[in-house]
Structures are given as C-alpha cells and as structure tokens.
C-alpha cells in the first residue's frame, strides 16, 4: 500500500531530516515509528500525507507517487488519509463539532449524513458533551479526542498518528489505542509515531525505528527499549 | 463543486463574519471610510466639470452693429455669423428692443422721452459659441463682417478663464483618481491582513482535505459581504451629505452651479456598491490563493 523508495528530505534550512530510507507497508498493517526527538519521524509522517515533499526519491500510496502530484490532486489524496497531528490542527474559530463535520463537509456529504455521524464519532470518543465549545475551551486531551474523531470520520484506508496519545492520561491513552486497533481490524492500515513505550510493547506490531534520519530497526512485536 | 449547496457556502461566511467580529467590524469601517472618501472625490470631479462647464457656456460675444441697417439686413447679418464654425446660437437685440429692456430694468417708462426721442443703443448680436476655446476666432470672423461696428467678448479674461477651467478639471480628475487608488490600496490591504490573520485555518482545510474551491468560496463571499456591508455605510453617509450639501448650495449661494442629477447621484452611489463588493470579493480571493500551496 506505501511504499516508499531512497527518500532523502533535506530542508531549505540544511537539516537532513531523512537520509535515504526505504520502507514498505502493507494494506492493514498496524506500524509503530519510534526513535528520539528530531529523528525524522514527523517528517516521514508528514510527507505520507504530502504536507512535505522529498527531496529525492519517491513516495507512493496505492500506486500514486504523491511527489508528483498537482496542487488540485493533493484534496483527492489526503481524503482517503486521515491524520492525527501532534499540534491537532483545528480550526480555532469552529466548534467541536463543526471542526469534525468539516471532514465530511469536504466530501460533499448530506447535512443529515454529517450531523448522524458527528454526533456519533463524538459519543465515541467522549466528547458527547462538548459539542458547542470551541477549541480554545478545550483541555489538550479533548482536543486531541476531536482530531481524532475527525481523522477517523470518513473511515479513511490510512490512518496516520503522531503521538496521538501524547496529551491524554493513561486511561484515555488506552482508550484512543483500543480505538486504532479496532479501527485497524476493520482494514485500516495504521501508522502511529509515538513515545509512550508501554503502549508499543503491549500492541505487539510492526516496530520501526528512525534515528538520525535513518530506519535503525525493524521489527515485529517490540522495540527495543533505548531511547524510545 | 464538491459540495453541495449555495447555502453552506452562505452560512459559512455568514458565521464567519459573525465570530470575527471585531475584525469584519474594523474591515467594514476600512471599506466605509475609503468608499466614503472616494464618493466625495466623485461628486468634487462632477461639480468642478460642471462649474468649468457653466463658466464657459457662459461666454458671449456682443456684437454691436451699425446704425443704418435695415431690418432685412439685420436678418441676413444675423443668418450669416449662424453659418459660422462653432457657433451655437445667435440671437437679435434691436436697438427698440434694447432700449425697452432697459427702460424695464431702470424701472421707468420715459427715458426715450428723457433723451429727446433719440435711442442710444445699437442693434445687437449676441453669439454663444459651441466652445470657449472657438470664441477667440468666432470673434476675429465676425469683426470682418460689412455693417459690424464693434465686437466684445471679454477679451483678455477668456484666456485666464479657459486656463482656470482647464486646471479645475484636471485637478477634480486627479483627486478622483488619487482617492480611488488609496481607497483600492486600503481595502485590498485591510482584506488582506483579514485573510493572512487565518492563513493557519486555511491551511488546515487543505490539510483535511478540502479543495481549493472548497476553501476560497466562503472567504470570497465574506469578503464580498464586507465590501457590500462597507458600502452600504458609505453610500449613506455620502448621499445623505451630499443632498444636504445641495439643499445649502441652492438655498444660499444660489449664484453656484451644482451638479443636483438625480440619476447621476444614484449612479454614483451604485457604482461605490460595485466597487465595494468587487474590491472585498477580489481582495480576499487572492489573499487565500497564496495560503493554498500547502
């Protein structure tokens, strides 16, 4: 389903995100992207949904090569991609529950479609209450609960996380992590950048580590346990 | 479109609006206060054009003829400077006409009587001229006449009145065109740092998906309420001030020429609308368009 090839990302400033990396996943795979701060991670991540792009090499998902895409095609894309970001990305001057109707607004679905599936997908991730506040009135993890309702809204092919348990206690962290999971049975195929050790030894999946812009590990099952 | 209906894309601006308030409220005062001052550069341009206009339309050659013609002659004189290049109308004062005119002016009936029967006045033509610029050689021709004695036209004064209105138009068309370049400036600026304020949110929509057109409806259609609202307000305040400023002209300095077309009026209020919508509408489409590259 991904695959990408000889990926090298070296931004405008010099930093050498990613030095070359190949990389393969399968349709309904459930992978772990670990390694230390500033490995690379977020970059990855980010050019899976082409919000960067490569500097050399190719990114492609389902046969596209997101590198080459037009301005117009990206939409078309990312629509099948739902995304946890690690700064939630909402829009601040929408509600919780416009902020992940938008998702389906774009889509082009009926007001009735989106307002049943809103409502739905908030129950689901407990924000059932919060409906009419705006983002600001949020605390970090309920913020994080709506990014989460809204990329998995449109029951995307992909869903790709960075650190989307990051704000959240334990219990809520688990329930978000039962939610991939369950997501991903159902044919999802997942990527989550993470931290949170305990959660990655406890999945038992797919393990690949990033350091210095490099994939140093990949494994199934566990991480090893440095530096994580 | 991907999306279905007029009305989200209505309702999205419309909320907008709404929960940027202070922000709309500060880009409508922008849109009223340049609109505003463009209107009355408008009405200034009108108004110079018209003073220029009546000043010059006020032009007349006095041509006094001699004392022996006949009536038949008088007529065929008065054909021959019509056919003249330039000439708008001529008209005939006889020397009894005159004489009556002053007598009604003087407000006594006896002056012929006063004088001993004997009428002072010549005959006269008066010439107005399609132009004040052609009045210079309508006089020279008429002076070459057989049966012209003397030809006045405000010699001297007519070239300082040609150059007078000459500038009055040119300045009126550059205050126009100075206020509407700072008005275009200002609202394009004002929009601008409206949409850049939310380039964060347009960014998002692309990042969840949303297409370009998707995205940049509703900020066109908030921007070309803005404009809309924006104008509104300036049309107000500038017809308002410019019928009261008109009912004090014609009250009182009554000698002033004023321009009190009631179409004109309107057409110019329409035309800031246009303006207003046209400017908020292309202002905020081109803003966005630079955020949509992500």
């Avoid at chain 2, 108004?47 to 006095?62: G, R």
């Avoid at chain 2, 077309?261 to 368009?289: D, E, H």
Wanted: with cysteine.
């Amino acid at each position: 389903m991904i695959k990408v090839k000889n990926v090298s990302k070296i931004y405008p400033n010099g930093a050498r995100a990613l030095l070359n990396i190949n990389l393969e996943i399968a349709k309904g795979e459930f992978v772990f992207l670990v390694g230390p701060s500033g490995a690379g991670k977020s970059t990855l991540i980010k050019l899976l949904y082409r919000e960067e792009t490569a500097t050399r090499g190719q990114v492609i998902i389902n046969n596209t090569n997101l590198m080459r895409l037009k301005s117009r095609q990206i939409p078309m894309v990312r629509r099948n991609i739902g995304v946890i970001f690690q700064d939630f990305k909402l829009l601040p001057n929408k509600t919780v529950f416009e902020n992940i109707a938008f998702a389906q607004q774009v889509l082009g679905k009926s007001k009735k479609e989106i307002k049943e599936n809103t409502l739905s997908i908030m129950e689901l991730v407990g924000l059932a209450g919060k409906r009419g506040s705006f983002p600001s009135e949020l605390s970090g993890g309920e913020q994080q609960r709506v990014c989460v309702a809204r990329a998995l809204i449109n029951r995307p092919n992909l869903l790709i996380a960075d650190e989307p348990t990051g704000n959240l206690d334990l219990e809520t962290a688990w329930g978000i992590m039962e939610l991939l999971d369950q997501v991903n049975k159902y044919g999802t195929t997942v990527i989550m950048a993470t931290h949170a050790l305990h959660i990655v030894e406890k999945m038992k999946k797919r393990v690949i580590r990033v350091e210095a812009g490099k994939i140093t590990e990949d494994s199934m099952g566990r991480a090893s346990t440095s530096g994580i | 479109m991907a999306f279905n209906s007029a009305g989200y894309i209505l309702s999205q601006a419309l909320v907008s609006l709404r929960r940027n308030i202070w922000l709309s409220i500060a880009s409508i005062l922008t849109v009223m206060t340049s609109l505003t001052l463009l209107g009355c550069a408008i009405f200034f341009l009108a108004n110079t054009s018209y003073i220029a206009q009546t000043f010059e339309s006020q032009v007349e050659i006095a041509v006094f003829l001699n004392e022996d013609l006949e009536k038949g002659q008088l007529e065929e004189l008065q054909g021959r400077v019509k056919q003249l290049e330039g000439v708008a109308t001529v008209t005939l004062t006889t020397k009894e006409q005159a004489i009556t005119e002053f007598q009604g002016s003087m407000g006594t009936g006896t002056l012929l009587e006063d004088l001993g029967g004997i009428n002072p006045f010549p005959d006269k033509l008066t010439i107005t001229a399609t132009d004040a610029r052609l009045v210079e050689g309508i006089a020279s021709r008429v002076t070459g006449i057989s049966g012209v004695n003397k030809v006045r036209y405000g010699q001297g004064i007519l070239e300082k009145l040609i150059m007078f209105t000459h500038w009055l138009r040119w300045i009126g068309i550059g205050v126009v065109a100075a206020f509407s370049f700072a008005s275009l400036l200002l609202i394009s600026l004002n929009i601008k740092t409206n949409v850049n304020s939310r380039e964060k949110e347009i960014q998002i929509m692309r990042l969840v998906g949303a297409s370009n057109t998707f995205i940049r409806w509703p900020f066109l259609i908030e921007g070309l309420l803005i404009g809309l609202l924006g104008a509104l307000l300036a049309i107000a305040v500038v017809g308002i001030g410019y019928t009261w400023l008109l009912q004090y002209i014609i009250t009182t300095l009554t000698f002033m020429p004023v321009v009190a077309n009631q179409q004109f009026i309107i057409n110019v209020l329409l035309l800031m609308i246009l303006s207003g919508i046209t400017m908020g509408a292309l202002a905020s489409a081109f803003s966005v368009r630079k955020f949509l590259n992500i």
